[in-house]
């Protein structure tokens, strides 16, 4: 009796649990989003104002804005004007007057558009000649670049609202805590660097390639975002993939449809030329050829001491492997007997990452079948494989780009910035997409303490001039605690590459139904 009296007892106040419940829960979920934002603007108004970073490029900035206003002022082109400044400070290192200048100083390595947006504080400050000229450019700069962080941010929002319409309002709010964290974590070159600018250039990409029914606006955007760094025209290849349409292939034959789809992918990749053509000619004709000098530099550079080679050589090091670090190109490299070799590796595993990831992509999209007779009539968009099956265009572009990184010969701190916004939208469903974020969190947080907090002392070993018999630039390559660092940071970047390819493996359901996108 008294057994029945208390069963019947609890599930009464478990009853009463659930009620009370259900009526907090809507209360407390209508804040979610609104806690999300206000924890955004709260962690980068900390960044702006309540923040000084370690390690910041913006002197280097500085210096290329300033040096274009002289440059202005003689009827020179900055590039006219750091080639004279370079051989003046070659000729008196020659003559012991002075340090040997590093290898590649003499190049500006940022894409034309790119250097555009780094000189454009100075444009709308006109403090070329002021005393606080520095601190008024790093101001400007960094302001810009929140700005735009914002933007990325409420793109985020918008396009996860679009592809995940059925989504709650707590999950809504984790994507957007996602990207706020990780960006927080990388605080010390978010506002300091150009990849925000590269970040939300293929956010932009995407967003179009989904969302927009003329395949202009995608190609006009990749364009873009190519011309602010090179790395997104590895997505090239998926994009254009994405946005053909496979409308034909159900209804005629192989031979047919393969060849309608090539002439499709053919159009794309004219589109695309052309636009990176119309966007370089301007720059070309102010600034003159050596505005290409960025590829060379970036053809030559070496192993650096971040990246998944330089870990292997730090491993086979301890087997006997002669190694050595320097610095050139703007960064700290490994010199080994294997160096160039991996150098030459690099870009072909690059490309295979690449062409693998756009084949499977292009196989599960026409896996999926065409949309019925009715839809199809009524949205042209249907045929559009990136349209059958949206969420794994957001999943294959982050793969890409996980997949860049671990193959490439440099990995600085900055590019994790690129893989924020396409791990907030991750279509990934139950553990899987925790797994993400969390692992992504953590790649983050090692990511800060390897640069700045460790780089100097752990990562390159600065040792002191003082104790180097003067000598500042003299490296002893990284400790066991920055070989831990590093070790501990890529193989989490693997184990999410892996994460991310094998939810990819797993059939070919689609992960956002398209009627997320109308």
Not at 216 to 243: N, Q
Not at 331 to 346: E, H, I, M, Q
Not at 460 to 485: D, I
Request: proline share 5%; aromatic share 10%.
């Amino acid at each position: 009796m008294e057994s029945t009296f208390a069963s019947t007892f609890h599930e009464r106040r478990l009853a009463r649990m659930m009620d009370r419940a259900v009526e907090i829960t809507p209360r407390w979920s209508s804040l979610a989003v609104p806690a999300a934002i206000v924890l955004f603007v709260a962690s980068r108004l900390f960044l702006l104002y309540g923040f000084t970073p370690r390690s910041s490029d913006l002197s280097l900035y500085a210096t290329y804005a300033l040096q274009d206003s002289l440059a202005r002022e003689g009827g020179q082109t900055l590039y006219q004007f750091r080639a004279e400044v370079y051989e003046r400070s070659a000729a008196e290192a020659a003559r012991g007057l002075r340090e040997p200048t590093v290898e590649g100083s003499d190049v500006i390595e940022y894409p034309p558009l790119a250097l555009g947006v780094v000189l454009l504080p100075d444009a709308l400050t006109v403090l070329a000649r002021d005393p606080t000229f520095y601190e008024s450019y790093a101001a400007g700069f960094r302001l810009l670049m929140a700005s735009l962080d914002g933007v990325a941010f409420v793109l985020v929002w918008w396009v996860a609202s679009r592809l995940f319409p059925q989504e709650g309002p707590w999950r809504r709010a984790l994507r957007l805590t996602v990207y706020t964290v990780s960006g927080f974590l990388l605080g010390h070159v978010l506002y300091d660097r150009l990849d925000i600018v590269v970040t939300l250039a293929m956010l932009a990409t995407m967003a179009l390639l989904l969302m927009a029914r003329r395949t202009g606006w995608f190609l006009a955007a990749l364009a873009v975002a190519v011309h602010m760094k090179v790395v997104p025209i590895l997505l090239a290849p998926l994009f254009i993939v994405a946005s053909l349409d496979a409308s034909l292939v159900e209804r005629t034959s192989r031979a047919k449809a393969t060849l309608a789809l090539v002439g499709q992918a053919a159009v794309r990749l004219s589109g695309l030329a052309l636009g990176l053509a119309l966007l370089y000619a301007p720059f070309r004709a102010a600034w003159g050829p050596r505005c290409l000098d960025f590829l060379r530099y970036h053809a030559q550079r070496g192993i650096e001491v971040e990246s998944s080679f330089a870990s292997v050589l730090f491993v086979l090091a301890s087997f006997g492997l002669p190694t050595r670090l320097v610095v050139q190109y703007g960064a700290t490299d490994v010199l080994s007997p294997l160096s160039n070799l991996f150098s030459r590796l690099s870009p072909v595993l690059v490309a295979t990452a690449v062409g693998s990831l756009t084949l499977a992509f292009a196989r599960r999209a026409l896996s999926r079948g065409g949309a019925p007779d009715e839809v199809a009539a009524a949205d042209p968009r249907a045929g559009v494989l990136a349209y059958r099956d949206p969420g794994a265009v957001v999943a294959y572009t982050l793969a890409t780009l996980l997949g860049a990184l671990m193959t490439s010969k440099v990995l600085s701190a900055q590019y994790l910035i690129w893989l924020a916004p396409f791990v907030a939208l991750c279509p990934l469903e139950g553990r899987a997409r925790h797994v993400v974020f969390i692992v992504y969190v953590a790649i983050c947080l090692l990511t800060a303490l390897i640069f700045p907090y460790f780089y100097f002392g752990h990562i390159a070993g600065m040792v002191p001039a003082s104790v180097a018999g003067g000598v500042p630039s003299n490296y002893r390559g990284p400790t066991l605690l920055g070989k831990l660092l590093l070790f501990g940071r890529n193989g989490l970047l693997l184990a999410l590459s892996v994460v991310v390819v094998a939810s990819l493996c797993r059939g070919a359901r689609p992960f956002v139904r398209p009627d997320g996108l109308d």
